[in-house]
């Protein structure tokens, strides 16, 4: 049995995960730490288990296995490399890090200690994500030309029952955050734009800032690449009722994902299709915490996982510079080390 400690419960989904490990039968918490004490006493009481107050004293457990990190984005750094150190295995929220040279630091002392680290991109897990991989596989589509993909919630909208919206105040923190509606929500449509077209040139974003917090809550983020194709990719905190989407176009063909329904359409010159075909959508594949336990176990590595993870800060440190400038910015101008 593996014996996790819950690093923080700082990140809305800190209890999704908390569940998981409850659920799975390989894992159980034992023990809690949290930057703010008032919280981590609070969710350990509730689960049983041993609060410590520093993340020294909780790291130095000898029974503690792994952690599952979901601190404020701004100190994932400090957190893991101090878990990796401590032989921890790690399990973290998106992002990895904020920025390049940060995720460089994480992923050097994740290999120098020999630790399996699986972060949650969960919709690399889904089932149309299969589907569509497949998909480009099988080049359906030609040589892709445009990738599409949006994400929005209405978090962030002021309601009467709800006046500061149902996100938590923090997640408006940039410091702590790094960001927001891109750095959180659009972190899943740029990963995917990722996967279909691979890592771009140069990142040009736009950010909107329509009820007025310190970070964004309106995005969208445009990715130039050397082939000619274009990657555009949309977040925000102020849509209710925007779906989930993904529009892939090709030399040879055009699938369509969740507009609004969740089904996938294709159509492809190179099937001699006249109409668009509905596809079909295998089962999700395991979670990526099940492919961590895995991982642990069979002590193998997340290697395209983690491949993501890493372009996926590439990415996002990108648009930020490039949104704080009002330029176009290359990835190749970001600090490796």
Not at 245 to 260: A, D, K, N, V, W
Request: charged letters at 25%.
């Amino acid at each position: 049995m593996l014996k996790v400690a819950m690093l923080s419960f700082w990140h809305v989904h800190a209890r999704d995960y908390a569940r998981q490990a409850e659920e799975h039968p390989e894992t159980e918490i034992a023990a809690v730490w949290d930057e703010v004490p008032e919280r981590g006493r609070r969710e350990a009481g509730e689960r049983g288990v041993p609060f410590f107050e520093s993340l020294e004293e909780v790291l130095a457990q000898d029974h503690i296995d792994g952690v599952i990190v979901d601190a404020p984005s701004n100190m994932h750094a400090e957190v893991m490399v101090r878990a990796a150190r401590a032989g921890k295995h790690i399990f973290t929220e998106k992002v990895l890090a904020t920025t390049l040279k940060e995720a460089r630091q994480i992923l050097d002392a994740v290999e120098q200690s020999g630790v399996k680290l699986t972060v949650s991109l969960p919709r690399l897990n889904d089932g149309y994500t299969l589907a569509i991989r497949e998909i480009l596989r099988e080049e359906l589509l030609g040589r892709l030309t445009l990738a599409r993909v949006r994400l929005s919630h209405s978090g962030a909208l002021r309601t009467p029952e709800r006046p500061n919206g149902w996100l938590p105040e923090h997640f408006y923190n940039k410091e702590q955050c790094g960001g927001g509606a891109l750095i959180d929500l659009g972190c899943h449509p740029m990963y995917l734009t990722r996967l279909f077209l691979g890592m771009p040139e140069a990142v040009s974003a736009q950010y909107g800032y329509v009820t007025g917090r310190e970070v964004e809550d309106n995005a969208v983020a445009t990715l130039r690449y050397a082939s000619g194709a274009v990657g555009v990719v949309e977040a925000g905190f102020v849509n209710p009722f925007s779906p989930f989407s993904i529009e892939l176009h090709g030399t040879e063909g055009s699938l369509f994902y969740g507009t609004p329904e969740a089904k996938l359409l294709l159509r492809s010159s190179r099937l001699g299709e006249k109409q668009w075909t509905l596809r079909d959508i295998p089962p999700n594949r395991e979670s990526a915490f099940r492919q961590w336990v895995k991982h642990i176990r069979d002590n193998t590595v997340a290697e395209e996982n983690i491949a993501i993870a890493l372009d996926l800060t590439r990415l996002m440190e990108a648009s930020n510079r490039s949104a704080a400038s009002g330029r176009s910015v290359r990835i190749d101008e970001l600090a490796v080390r």
